[in-house]
Protein backbone atom coordinates (compact mmCIF):
# COMPACT_ATOMS: atom_id res chain seq x y z
CA UNK A 1 0.00 0.00 0.00
CA UNK A 2 2.75 2.35 0.85
CA UNK A 3 4.57 1.72 -2.03
CA UNK A 4 1.25 2.66 -4.36
CA UNK A 5 1.50 5.95 -2.45
CA UNK A 6 4.51 6.81 -3.25
CA UNK A 7 4.43 5.59 -6.99
CA UNK A 8 1.82 8.18 -7.23
CA UNK A 9 3.41 10.62 -5.55
CA UNK A 10 5.75 10.53 -8.15
CA UNK A 11 3.86 9.94 -10.97
CA UNK A 12 2.22 12.96 -9.96
CA UNK A 13 5.30 15.09 -9.38
CA UNK A 14 6.79 14.04 -12.92
CA UNK A 15 3.03 14.72 -14.38
CA UNK A 16 3.34 18.18 -12.61
CA UNK A 17 6.83 18.97 -14.33
CA UNK A 18 5.71 17.80 -17.98
CA UNK A 19 3.17 19.87 -17.44
CA UNK A 20 4.83 23.09 -17.20
CA UNK A 21 7.15 21.64 -19.82
CA UNK A 22 4.05 21.99 -21.97
CA UNK A 23 3.16 25.22 -21.20
CA UNK A 24 6.57 26.56 -21.55
CA UNK A 25 6.50 24.73 -24.90
CA UNK A 26 3.33 26.77 -26.08
CA UNK A 27 4.34 29.61 -25.03
CA UNK A 28 7.67 29.79 -27.00
CA UNK A 29 5.82 28.72 -30.15
CA UNK A 30 5.50 31.74 -32.76
CA UNK A 31 2.00 31.58 -32.91
CA UNK A 32 2.37 35.68 -32.93
CA UNK A 33 3.73 36.97 -35.43
CA UNK A 34 2.72 40.10 -35.55
CA UNK A 35 2.63 42.91 -32.63
CA UNK A 36 0.48 43.54 -30.66
CA UNK A 37 -1.43 40.36 -29.61
CA UNK A 38 -3.22 38.31 -26.72
CA UNK A 39 -1.72 39.07 -23.33
CA UNK A 40 -1.88 35.55 -21.94
CA UNK A 41 -2.19 34.61 -18.13
CA UNK A 42 0.77 32.59 -16.53
CA UNK A 43 -1.01 29.35 -16.46
CA UNK A 44 2.72 27.82 -14.53
CA UNK A 45 1.89 30.22 -11.66
CA UNK A 46 -1.76 28.86 -11.87
CA UNK A 47 -1.24 25.63 -11.87
CA UNK A 48 1.47 25.72 -9.17
CA UNK A 49 -1.14 27.68 -7.14
CA UNK A 50 -3.90 25.15 -7.63
CA UNK A 51 -1.50 22.26 -7.26
CA UNK A 52 -0.07 23.84 -3.87
CA UNK A 53 -3.86 24.29 -2.38
CA UNK A 54 -5.13 20.77 -3.42
CA UNK A 55 -2.21 18.49 -2.57
CA UNK A 56 0.82 20.47 -1.67
CA UNK A 57 3.08 16.95 -1.17
CA UNK A 58 2.49 16.69 -5.27
CA UNK A 59 4.46 20.14 -5.61
CA UNK A 60 7.58 20.17 -3.05
CA UNK A 61 9.53 23.53 -2.94
CA UNK A 62 12.86 22.14 -4.93
CA UNK A 63 10.61 21.29 -7.84
CA UNK A 64 8.57 24.37 -8.14
CA UNK A 65 11.96 26.52 -7.50
CA UNK A 66 13.15 24.35 -10.51
CA UNK A 67 10.02 24.66 -12.81
CA UNK A 68 9.88 28.62 -12.12
CA UNK A 69 13.85 29.16 -12.47
CA UNK A 70 13.20 27.43 -16.13
CA UNK A 71 10.68 29.60 -16.98
CA UNK A 72 12.31 32.60 -15.78
CA UNK A 73 15.43 31.44 -18.34
CA UNK A 74 13.40 30.09 -21.54
CA UNK A 75 11.16 33.47 -21.12
CA UNK A 76 14.05 35.70 -20.73
CA UNK A 77 12.79 37.21 -17.71
CA UNK A 78 15.92 37.87 -14.91
CA UNK A 79 16.66 34.63 -13.39
CA UNK A 80 15.35 33.64 -10.09
CA UNK A 81 13.20 36.86 -9.23
CA UNK A 82 9.77 36.09 -10.39
CA UNK A 83 10.76 32.29 -8.99
CA UNK A 84 11.66 33.58 -6.04
CA UNK A 85 7.87 35.53 -5.76
CA UNK A 86 5.91 32.51 -7.11
CA UNK A 87 7.38 30.19 -4.78
CA UNK A 88 6.71 32.25 -1.62
CA UNK A 89 3.09 32.75 -3.01
CA UNK A 90 3.15 28.71 -3.53
CA UNK A 91 4.56 27.95 -0.23
CA UNK A 92 2.47 30.50 1.71
CA UNK A 93 -0.89 28.40 -0.42
CA UNK A 94 0.59 25.36 0.91
CA UNK A 95 0.20 26.41 4.18
CA UNK A 96 -2.70 27.50 4.11
CA UNK A 97 -4.14 24.32 2.12
CA UNK A 98 -5.26 22.58 5.59
CA UNK A 99 -7.63 25.69 6.25
CA UNK A 100 -8.72 25.89 2.79
CA UNK A 101 -9.93 22.52 2.13
CA UNK A 102 -13.05 22.72 4.18
CA UNK A 103 -13.27 26.35 2.64
CA UNK A 104 -15.63 27.63 0.13
CA UNK A 105 -14.00 27.96 -3.16
CA UNK A 106 -14.46 31.59 -3.11
CA UNK A 107 -12.55 31.89 -0.74
CA UNK A 108 -9.63 30.12 -2.13
CA UNK A 109 -9.88 32.30 -5.27
CA UNK A 110 -9.42 35.41 -3.21
CA UNK A 111 -6.93 33.90 -1.37
CA UNK A 112 -4.87 33.05 -4.66
CA UNK A 113 -5.96 35.93 -6.55
CA UNK A 114 -4.31 38.32 -3.71
CA UNK A 115 -1.24 35.99 -4.23
CA UNK A 116 -1.05 36.58 -8.18
CA UNK A 117 -1.90 40.09 -7.74
CA UNK A 118 1.10 40.59 -4.60
CA UNK A 119 3.12 38.74 -6.79
CA UNK A 120 2.52 40.43 -9.88
CA UNK A 121 3.17 43.50 -8.35
CA UNK A 122 6.20 42.97 -6.57
CA UNK A 123 7.81 42.12 -9.32
CA UNK A 124 7.30 45.17 -11.56
CA UNK A 125 7.81 47.49 -8.56
CA UNK A 126 11.84 45.13 -8.11
CA UNK A 127 12.58 45.19 -11.55
CA UNK A 128 11.66 49.35 -11.75
CA UNK A 129 14.02 49.64 -8.33
CA UNK A 130 16.33 47.64 -10.16
CA UNK A 131 16.22 50.27 -13.26
CA UNK A 132 16.00 46.43 -15.56
CA UNK A 133 14.21 46.76 -18.50
CA UNK A 134 10.74 44.74 -18.15
CA UNK A 135 7.21 44.66 -19.50
CA UNK A 136 5.11 48.31 -19.17
CA UNK A 137 2.86 48.81 -16.40
CA UNK A 138 -0.45 48.77 -18.35
CA UNK A 139 0.19 45.24 -19.96
CA UNK A 140 1.85 43.51 -16.79
CA UNK A 141 -1.55 44.70 -14.86
CA UNK A 142 -3.85 43.09 -17.82
CA UNK A 143 -1.97 39.91 -17.78
CA UNK A 144 -2.00 39.96 -13.58
CA UNK A 145 -5.89 40.41 -14.10
CA UNK A 146 -5.67 37.67 -16.62
CA UNK A 147 -4.12 35.31 -14.54
CA UNK A 148 -6.41 35.84 -11.91
CA UNK A 149 -9.44 35.12 -13.96
CA UNK A 150 -8.16 32.09 -15.61
CA UNK A 151 -7.34 30.86 -12.19
CA UNK A 152 -10.91 29.18 -11.75
CA UNK A 153 -10.60 27.10 -15.47
CA UNK A 154 -6.77 26.03 -13.98
CA UNK A 155 -8.85 24.50 -11.48
CA UNK A 156 -11.49 23.06 -13.05
CA UNK A 157 -8.87 21.58 -15.05
CA UNK A 158 -7.08 20.46 -11.92
CA UNK A 159 -9.96 18.87 -10.21
CA UNK A 160 -11.67 17.66 -13.39
CA UNK A 161 -9.47 16.40 -15.78
CA UNK A 162 -6.10 15.76 -13.94
CA UNK A 163 -7.55 14.38 -10.85
CA UNK A 164 -6.01 16.73 -8.52
CA UNK A 165 -8.27 16.89 -5.83
CA UNK A 166 -8.26 18.63 -1.84
CA UNK A 167 -7.57 16.14 0.36
CA UNK A 168 -9.74 14.20 2.54
CA UNK A 169 -9.40 14.74 6.01
CA UNK A 170 -8.79 10.89 6.70
CA UNK A 171 -6.25 10.92 3.92
CA UNK A 172 -4.12 14.11 5.64
CA UNK A 173 -0.72 13.20 7.20
CA UNK A 174 0.89 14.52 10.32
CA UNK A 175 1.88 17.38 8.68
CA UNK A 176 -1.48 18.33 7.51
CA UNK A 177 -0.55 16.76 3.70
CA UNK A 178 -1.83 14.30 1.87
CA UNK A 179 -0.17 11.09 2.38
Known amino acids: MNEQVSSRLWT ?18 PLQTGGGGLIWPDF ?22 AMFLLSDLLLQRPPGLWAVLALIACEQMKGQSRALRDAPVATEFVSVGIWIVGVGIAYQII ?21 VLAYPLVVAITHGIMGVRKAAPNELGGKGFGS
Open 12 to 29: MRLSFGLLVLVILFLHLL
Open 127 to 147: LAIMLVDGTPMIPALIQIVVT
Open 44 to 65: VLCFALAWSVRRPEFVPAILLA
